[in-house]
């Protein structure tokens, strides 16, 4: 976790405290503005502040800074703490429920004395809310949708919190003399969209505890340990995340991470494989008897019951078992009677790797919403190696987001071009994420549509549409032949925001039909296309593309969730669309627009 991420997540938090608190509005406005500029600086705070820099930074005055070098100091800012002492717990919660923002929260503690969600919970059941000044009866039953389904997930975390922990901790713990490797294994491993606590295992055969011990203990992140053992220790984060770290000998290193990854599902399947052999799996190898005939490799467990090493983000138990037995046994037949889809017949599976993706093509400027140019895009797309980038701002109906009016749209068209005509050895395309109307129609006329090169179809608006009317919506949507891509088609935030609820196999055979690929938004808040979803348009054919829909040049890092997505829906780099290379991606680019041209 990086300083600046910690400071910024810190300034956020005390703007939604002192908005709360009725703190006059400009410093509330001027605190998230410092929150924001921290998140998307691209250089390291400390450095910033070592060097004198940061109080010469354009949007953090001189009493900003001085809070960030108390933290740098310290690790807490006193002021921000001394309002967290005034906002009871319960208050600060129910800001994270979808449609209950600062001023609802403010409303409930101030007018309704709410300090804690059960007590929220109650007065939604009792109806007394209904007294309080804007609140209906349709506000009032949004609200209970939303903590009801926020409810389903306490305690869990976005995948994108908690990478970036386990990655720190396992970096600390590599350099403890005696450790001869650290993973993390579980969910995360696995690359959940939500993780419930991390899991690390440290390879040693030497007592290393006390050494963890000690590191462990004077981490800043660490918030309280919980258990300190011989062989685990667990504590918990700052941010209320649980770590369990466990010691595991070098000749029980595989059979540890295959049975600390799981799932627990997909470890049961594999118990019972055992069991038919008369073999017995557990966490220290798989025994016969008492000789150990696996245990130090994974892939050592997996072949010993017959089956070929199967990428964590698959284990899940649906169908990789059966893959894995047919790949090893080398039988294309069942495999293709198995999963038709897989025509191949692959005898090992090639997992999608990050390194794969050749350009991004759902991206930001401060045309609408973003921080950044088209130009500064193009030019971090090209350092990351890309060969092609899609700049795509959103279309007039997003206002909030500042949306395109067809002139602005011609405007940023003829902008994009010029920078295109000024950068070597990276393919720019003009294009637009246009919005999905509630009715499945665009947000732009497709005179204007046809100017474009790239058009990513998006649903931003009406997300709690019922199951009929947001299918209809988005096979509409993906019907239209001047349309690319389906950005992000359930409009879903993780944890937060149900989003549509389509059937989702009418859509995907729209698409295919139309020759529409869809996309797998890679913010690790949307993950959108989910894993089910990414199975299903994968068994069917139809192509996919993994965005970052990045709003700064620091955003482009969240490809990483998106290649985890898509591995868990079993995709390969031949069902990725922006695998291809600039040449391919124009054909099929052409082919799409030849179906307009058709019509
Ligand atoms: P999470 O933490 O809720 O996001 O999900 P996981 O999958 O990381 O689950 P966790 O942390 O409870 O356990 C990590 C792995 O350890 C799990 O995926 C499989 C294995 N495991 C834990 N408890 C059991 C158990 O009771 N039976 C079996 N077969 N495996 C277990
Ligand atoms: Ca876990
Ligand atoms: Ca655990
Ligand atoms: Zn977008």
């Known amino acids: 976790m990086s300083t600046n991420t910690d400071i910024s997540e810190l300034f956020e938090k005390s703007a939604d405290l002192m908005a709360v608190l009725g703190v006059n509005s400009f410093k509330v406005l001027a605190t998230r503005k410092v929150a924001r500029l921290l998140r998307d600086c691209p250089r390291n705070v400390e450095e910033l502040a070592s060097s004198g820099e940061l109080d010469n930074m354009p949007?953090?005055?001189?009493?900003?800074?001085?809070?960030?070098?108390e933290?740098?100091?310290?690790?807490?800012?006193?002021?921000?703490?001394?309002?967290?002492?005034?906002?009871?717990?319960?208050?600060?919660?129910?800001m994270n429920i979808s449609g209950l923002g600062v001023k609802t929260a403010a409303l409930f503690w101030?007018?309704?004395?709410?300090?804690?969600?059960?007590?929220?919970?109650?007065?939604?059941?009792?109806?007394?809310?209904?007294?309080?000044?804007?609140?209906?009866?349709?506000k009032l039953a949004k609200i209970k949708e939303n903590l009801a389904y926020s409810t389903g997930q306490a305690n869990r975390r976005r995948i994108g919190e908690a990478l970036p922990i386990a990655r720190d901790f396992c970096q600390l713990l590599q350099a403890i003399p005696g450790i001869v490797r650290t993973t993390f294994c579980g969910s995360l491993r696995r690359g959940r969209e939500t993780i419930g606590d991390i899991d690390i295992l440290v390879c040693s055969d030497a007592p290393v505890?006390?050494?963890?011990?000690?590191?462990?203990?004077?981490?800043?992140?660490?918030?309280?340990l919980l258990a300190v053992g011989e062989t685990k220790i667990s504590f918990r984060t700052n941010l209320d995340m649980q770590v369990d770290i466990r010691v595991v000998p070098t000749p029980s290193w595989g059979a540890a991470m295959q049975y600390f990854t799981g799932s627990?599902?997909?470890?049961?399947?594999?118990?019972?494989?055992?069991?038919?052999?008369a073999l017995k799996l557990n966490e220290w190898g798989l025994f016969a008897g008492d000789t150990a005939i696996a245990g130090e490799t994974e892939e050592g467990i997996y072949e010993a019951l017959g089956l070929a090493w199967i990428p964590p983000e698959m284990r899940e138990d649906r169908g990789e078992v059966t893959l894995a037995q047919n790949m090893l046994s080398h039988a294309p037949a069942q495999l293709k009677a198995a999963f038709p889809f897989l025509a191949d017949a692959p005898s090992t599976w090639q997992t999608l790797q990050v390194a794969d993706i050749r350009g991004d093509l759902h991206t930001h400027t401060i045309a609408s919403d973003g921080t950044c140019t088209i130009a500064e895009m193009v030019a971090a797309a090209k350092h990351r190696g890309y060969e092609y980038i899609a700049i795509t701002d959103h279309s007039k109906s997003q206002f909030q987001a500042n949306g395109l009016s067809s002139q602005r749209l011609l405007d940023h068209i003829a902008a994009i071009h010029a920078v295109a005509r000024e950068v070597h050895g990276i393919r720019v395309l003009a294009g637009a994420e246009v919005d999905i109307l509630a009715d499945g129609s665009l947000d732009y006329e497709?005179?204007?549509?046809r100017k474009l090169d790239w058009v990513i179809a998006s649903p931003h608006a009406a997300l709690s549409q019922e199951t009929d009317a947001a299918t209809t919506r988005l096979v509409r949507a993906a019907s239209h032949p001047l349309?690319?891509?389906?950005?992000?088609?359930?409009?879903?935030?993780?944890?937060k925001r149900r989003g549509l609820e389509p059937d989702m196999p009418r859509v995907v055979m729209a698409a295919l039909r139309s020759g529409v690929a869809l996309e797998i938004n890679a913010n690790d808040m949307r993950l959108d296309l989910r894993d089910t979803h990414v199975r299903l348009a994968v068994e069917a054919g139809v192509p996919l593309c993994i965005n970052t829909d990045a709003h700064s040049i620091e955003d482009f890092s969240q490809i990483d969730y998106g290649v985890l997505t898509a591995r868990r829906g079993w995709a390969r780099k031949a069902n990725i669309l922006n695998t291809r290379s600039g040449v391919q991606l124009e054909q099929w680019m052409q082919a799409r627009r030849q179906s307009d041209e058709w019509r």
Not at 71 to 94: C, D, K, W
Not at 115 to 128: F, P, V
Not at 446 to 449: A, Q, R
């Open 59 to 69: 949007g953090i005055g001189q009493h900003s800074a001085e809070k960030i070098r």
């Open 71 to 94: 933290y740098l100091r310290t690790g807490n800012i006193s002021e921000f703490q001394q309002l967290a002492g005034e906002v009871p717990p319960g208050v600060l919660a129910m």
């Open 110 to 138: 101030r007018e309704a004395g709410i300090t804690t969600m059960d007590e929220l919970r109650r007065r939604l059941d009792d109806g007394s809310l209904l007294n309080l000044p804007g609140m209906g009866a349709k």
């Open 209 to 224: 505890h006390q050494q963890i011990h000690t590191a462990v203990g004077r981490h800043p992140q660490v918030a309280q």
């Open 264 to 277: 627990k599902e997909h470890n049961v399947r594999l118990r019972e494989m055992a069991t038919v052999k």
């Open 446 to 449: 497709d005179d204007l549509l």
């Open 483 to 495: 349309v690319h891509v389906l950005g992000h088609p359930t409009g879903r935030l993780v944890g």
